[in-house]
Structures are given as structure tokens and as C-alpha cells.
């Protein structure tokens, strides 16, 4: 989740250049007892780098352990310290092999913590008599949405990397009286295609870009923090990666005593229903 209010933003960071998130995911490497990763200043969000790039590698990593035919189902991640830019530590391990159905565990370390804990769950597809999907939003068009622009020292250095368009509900800080919002989604730059292409990654960096409907509420800048956020995938088949930009429909389902629970779906340009994503969220405000 994107986390604003006011960011300190070295120099390096500034001066970086920027390095993609499909060549961020692309420098995990086994070493050792334990998997590296190099995540550049670019990709900062306060102290750490974008939770969605964090969840992203911690699953990068867990691929090595799980053959990429078997679907990821649920990613749950906790975000227990900050992950600092630079040359990350990803620990793995299967707590256990099923029938069909897999449960993974990645640990990124600084400094011999733990700072972001996840839990892949990997299921082989079967026959089913069960089939539902969630209702398609209403949304206008792409063109008609509003842009969101970076801004210095409020929101995060990761959002020169992206795009973001609200087509629903109030962009941050300007008090809006709807905990709802839609917005359309997207990497800058990234190859959909070859070398590079994202895949089940683009799904979770895409989850988890929005700002909580939550901040839109504010008439000041706060800075929010997600604590959890649990996505569960709504499809077996996540690549290749797709160009265009995706609507990530999002509602506050609960916010008091300085924490918000919140829920979204993230849809394809295609209106496909791809991933059901639910964080709860500490804001100081």
C-alpha cells in the first residue's frame, strides 16, 4: 500500500538511476543457505522500499522451491520493519508439501531481524462445480480518470515509478467524505513481453500500490503504514503480463483508534477479476 505524508528522501535516492521493478525482481539469486535480491533508492516508501516490490521478491524467491506451473493462491504478508534500499537477505523455507497444496515461508532480513514475513500458498487447479466471481464495477473510462502527480517530500519516491489515475473518490488529502476509490493502475516503462515480463509479480506489485481510501478522507498529510495485507488470487493462469492500465476498486471497511481495515479487487483491462486484496493499516492522524 502507498504510504504518504512526509517522506525523507536521501540524495542518493533522488540521483539514482531508476532501476524497474521487473530488474529488481530479476536480481534474486540463490547464495548459499538463502536467496540476495538489490533493490534500488527508486523503489524507497519512507524508510523501506514499496511493500508490493518487498511481497514480490519474498515470492521471486519462494519460485526456486516451487515449480511455476503450480498457481500462487495466497500471499500473506507481515510487515513487521522497515526494509531498507540495497542488498537484501531472503530466507526460505517449505513448511509443507500436500497432495496439492503447498505452503512456503520467505523471511526478508536486515540485519538479522526479520522485517517482512510471507506465506505463499500454492495449489494445483482441479474440476469444480463451484464457480462465482465478483461483480464488475462500474468505472469511466481511463481517459476520463484523474492523475495522480508526484510530490516532493509527500509522496513516495516508488511513485515516480508508477501511474495511478482516480476515477472514483477524492486524490489524497482533500477531505473527502467517501471511504471509497477507484483507480487505475500501472508500471512506467516495463517490458509486457520477453526478457523481463512479470507475470504473477505484476499482479502483486499492482495490489498494492494504492494509498488506503482511508488518507483521501484526511485534509492534511499523515503518513500510513500497512501492518498486513493478505491477497488472495483469483486466477490460475497469471501470465504473461499485460499492458494497460488495471482498476484497483477499493473501500475502508473500518477505521478507528488510529488503524484501518480495508478491502479491494483488483481488475484486469480486460474486466477480469485477478486478486481480492485485505490490509489492515496504521495511520497517524
Not at 123 to 148: F, L, N, T, Y
Not at 173 to 187: L, S
Not at 256 to 264: F, I, K, P, T, V
Amino acid at each position: 500500500m502507498l504510504a504518504c505524508g512526509k517522506q525523507e528522501v536521501s540524495k542518493a535516492e533522488q540521483s539514482e538511476d531508476a532501476m524497474l521493478y521487473s530488474q529488481v525482481l530479476d536480481t534474486v539469486r540463490p547464495l548459499n543457505d538463502a536467496w540476495t535480491a538489490e533493490a534500488t533508492g527508486n523503489w524507497a516508501q519512507g524508510r523501506t522500499i514499496f511493500g508490493g516490490l518487498q511481497a514480490a521478491l519474498a515470492v521471486r524467491a519462494m519460485r526456486y522451491l516451487v515449480p511455476q506451473a503450480v498457481p500462487l493462491r495466497v500471499l500473506q504478508t507481515s510487515f513487521i520493519a522497515p526494509v531498507p534500499p540495497g542488498r537484501l537477505r531472503i530466507e526460505v523455507k517449505v513448511l509443507r508439501s500436500g497432495k496439492s497444496v503447498m505452503h512456503v515461508e520467505a523471511r526478508i532480513v536486515d540485519q538479522g531481524q526479520t522485517a517482512c514475513l510471507a506465506i505463499g500458498i500454492f495449489g494445483q487447479s482441479r474440476q469444480s462445480a463451484i464457480e462465482v466471481q465478483p461483480p464488475k464495477p462500474q468505472a469511466p473510462p481511463v481517459d476520463s480518470a484523474e492523475p495522480m502527480a508526484y510530490i516532493e517530500g509527500v509522496t513516495p519516491p516508488f511513485t515516480r515509478q508508477v501511474t495511478m489515475r482516480w476515477t472514483r473518490g477524492m486524490t489524497l488529502f482533500k477531505g473527502a467524505t467517501e471511504p471509497k476509490t477507484q483507480i487505475y493502475v500501472g508500471f512506467r516503462n516495463e517490458p509486457y513481453a520477453g526478457p523481463g515480463a512479470l507475470g504473477e509479480a505484476q499482479i502483486i506489485g499492482y495490489a498494492d500500490i494504492t494509498p488506503s481510501p482511508g488518507i483521501s478522507l484526511l485534509n492534511q498529510p499523515a503518513m500510513a503504514s500497512s501492518l498486513t495485507w493478505t491477497l488472495e488470487l483469483l486466477t490460475d493462469n497469471c501470465g504473461p503480463a499485460r499492458d494497460g492500465l488495471w482498476l484497483m476498486d477499493s473501500a475502508l471497511d473500518s477505521g478507528r483508534d488510529g488503524y484501518l481495515n480495508q478491502s479491494a479487487t483488483l481488475w484486469t483491462p480486460e474486466w477480469q477479476p485477478v486478486a481480492l486484496s485485505r490490509q489492515s493499516v496504521a495511520v497517524f492522524a
